[in-house]
């Protein structure tokens, strides 16, 4: 593959990869399988190591995907909530096996367990009372469900015995294999839409607004992981074991392992008795059990480098491609989706399988007829991995690509540097109008409530709003006449249109729907162009100084500003009051530290994570493992042994926490 190749399949993977991200962590509605989409940032992550130009901050590879439900109140994270890498070959877990003994020698012990498939969860306790349950999110903060949790059985509410004065422990929230059935009977007997999966009933019952409803889907609880300034022991499975004294819910299956073989064996075992349990799993948790070796390893930006995810294969069936359908996004982009005979596969009634675009139906050489090979794993709509070819009628002819929007007839377009097909009607084309709303009132961008995709197709039918800026000229009289709006329901779709208002720049752009222009590059952005108008004003060479921005998010920006139709949009927008400029922030407090770089080890009178926020106010950087390049080793009580041996061996300065202060109160 070369450069030019590289980044075609890179910049399509990124879209791919977004969209079921938010299917999956904030829709809890994903429409492929676990093992197709870490197949997908797998190949991501290949051609980004290949052609490490071509990575970026924003790029799946480097973040979480997020849950973040707006009805709910947001908490940040003491601890970020990481997320682990994944893998389907004993190769890899040699790989990473190799990788830790590089780092921290041979003298180790690795814990396995169970990786349970349900919703990751954060418990904290003070003073040995639960105050606060809160979602993973963007892992950096998440929403407080503490009221939904506390009907969870065997979630304790109050622990005794001698247990820290502060600590978290995290866990999966997942619904038995009882529950579920139950529950699918139920929504069968009322004419509910089923659950697809446990694992989707736990999502959606997670952010159920009536708590005693949660209750009555007896949602169930195992906890892996314990944090805090002064925990008992000093390795993961000891913490475990203490958590399990305090009354936590701590699976059974846990062992601890000498060596890769041993986890192996752990490994063969469980993939066929998992089958036997009374809930899902889909693989096992590798983790190095020394607490100040997972500390000497440290994390990437996403994942822990100490931890690995093994998941099980996913089961395959064959069925017959009935019809392939196209479906317009909301930037014109083309999606062919396959029609299947239904199979049963994993548990669920499989359908449809997305088939990307016209350069993957040419590779597997698909045809309406063909016995086609899917694969899931446990999830709605799985991926088409081969044809059965010996199933294939003598009569069958290649499949041929459409030419045309199947929505509104425009003859389709594909620049050289696309993958997909798009259609350029971007103002007169249903879908990608309704998608462009769509897409502006959801929760990462103006979290406009009341106003679902039927409400929205309801609006244009009725020609009240044909593009964002419609939404501001809405008023209450003109909804109540409408079907299934009630003068409540009215009112609240107003006052949210009224509180949007109040949203940030950086979201406004987001929202706006630049192409390519992400969550996270919007924030990039506004961070050196801090207004609409010097965004409007700047040409190519300013817009590639920012960070992250490349010449194909440019020319993106470039065309969107200079469209008549874009500007007007913006200007009834800018009248309708909505944020167009960034408000300037006082985080940073001085540079008195720029240029150096901490390790802080150990516990201290102030919260650690205090310490590491004060270092970053004043210029600072925190580090997670010692180097010759380290300014410091802050140390405090029962530091890390390794780290200060260390830091003696490479001349680190190590102070304390009096010291520490002294250098920023000069």
């Known amino acids: 593959m070369n450069f030019n190749d590289a980044k075609i399949r890179c910049e399509d993977l990124l879209k791919i990869i977004e969209q079921h991200n938010k299917n999956y962590y904030v829709d809890a509605n994903p429409v492929i399988s676990d093992f197709e989409y870490d197949l997908l940032v797998m190949e991501l992550d290949a051609i980004e190591k290949k052609f490490p130009q071509l990575q970026t901050l924003d790029s799946p590879t480097q973040r979480i995907g997020s849950d973040i439900n707006n009805e709910f109140v947001q908490i940040r994270h003491k601890y970020p909530m990481l997320s682990l890498g994944n893998t389907y070959s004993e190769n890899d877990l040699k790989d990473f096996d190799q990788r830790v003994r590089k780092i921290i020698g041979d003298n180790f012990e690795y814990v396995c367990e169970l990786k349970f498939d349900g919703v990751s969860i954060s418990l904290i306790y003070k003073n040995g009372i639960l105050q606060q349950a809160v979602t993973r999110g963007d892992g950096e903060k998440g929403d407080d469900v503490t009221t939904n949790i506390r009907t969870i059985r065997n979630i304790p509410l109050k622990i005794h015995n001698n247990f820290p004065e502060e600590f978290e422990i995290r866990g999966e929230i997942f619904m038995p294999h009882s529950s579920f059935e139950r529950l699918n009977k139920e929504r069968t007997d009322t004419g509910e839409t089923l659950f697809a999966n446990p694992r989707n009933a736990t999502a959606g019952t997670i952010k159920l607004q009536n708590s005693s409803q949660v209750a009555k889907r007896e949602l169930d609880c195992f906890l892996y992981y314990l944090l805090g300034e002064t925990l008992p022991h000093t390795t993961h499975y000891d913490n475990l074991q203490e958590a399990v004294k305090w009354g936590f819910p701590i699976s059974e299956n846990i062992k601890k392992c000498q060596s890769i073989n041993e986890v192996f064996e752990y490994i063969n075992y469980w993939d066929t008795e998992r089958k036997k349990l009374p809930y899902d799993t889909d693989g096992v948790v590798i983790k190095v059990n020394n607490l100040e070796q997972q500390e000497e390893l440290g994390v990437t930006a996403k994942s822990p480098r100490w931890a690995i995810a093994y998941k099980f294969k996913a089961e395959q069936a064959v069925t017959e491609l009935l019809s392939v359908d196209f479906q317009v996004g909301r930037t014109g982009a083309i999606t062919p989706v396959a029609n299947l005979n239904p199979v049963q596969l994993a548990g669920t009634t499989v359908k449809r399988a997305s088939l990307h675009n016209q350069e993957q139906i040419n590779i597997l050489d698909i045809r309406i007829g063909d016995m086609v090979i899917v694969e899931k794993g446990g999830e709605i709509i799985p991926k088409i991995v081969g044809v059965d070819k010996s199933h294939r009628n003598s009569d069958s002819k290649p499949f041929e690509y459409i030419t045309h929007c199947p929505e509104c007839g425009t003859k389709l377009e594909r620049e050289e540097s696309e993958a997909k097909h798009f259609c350029s009607n971007e103002n007169g084309c249903h879908p990608q109008i309704v998608g462009k709303i769509e897409h502006f009132i959801s929760r990462k961008a103006m979290a406009i409530d009341g106003l679902g995709i039927e409400t929205i197709e309801l609006l244009y039918k009725n020609n009240l709003i044909n593009n964002i ?109 909505l944020q167009f400029e960034a408000k300037e922030t006082n985080e940073k407090i001085s540079d008195k530290l720029k240029g150096m770089s901490f390790v802080v080890s150990g516990t201290f009178t102030s919260p650690r994570e205090e310490l590491k926020k004060i270092i970053e106010q004043h210029g600072g950087k925190n580090v997670s493992a010692i180097s010759a390049s380290t300014t410091y080793l802050l140390s405090g009580e029962k530091s890390g042994q390794m780290k200060i041996d260390k830091a003696n061996k490479l001349n680190v300065k190590i102070i304390d926490e009096n010291q520490f202060n002294e250098i920023i109160n000069k």
């Open 469 to 577: 800026a419609d939404l501001y000229d809405l008023k209450k009289e003109q909804l109540l006449p409408l079907e299934r709006i009630a003068e409540k329901s009215a009112e609240n779709i107003i006052k949210s249109i009224d509180d949007s208002r109040n949203i940030e720049f950086s979201r406004v752009l987001f929202a706006i729907g630049i192409r390519f222009v992400g969550e996270t590059t919007a924030k990039k952005i506004v961070e050196v162009l801090n207004s609409v108008d010097k965004i409007m004003a700047a040409n190519e060479d300013e817009l590639l100084q920012i960070d992250e921005i490349g010449e194909r998010i440019a020319q993106s920006i470039i065309n969107y500003f200079s469209n008549q139709k874009n500007q007007e949009i913006i200007q009834r927008l800018r009248r309708a009051g």
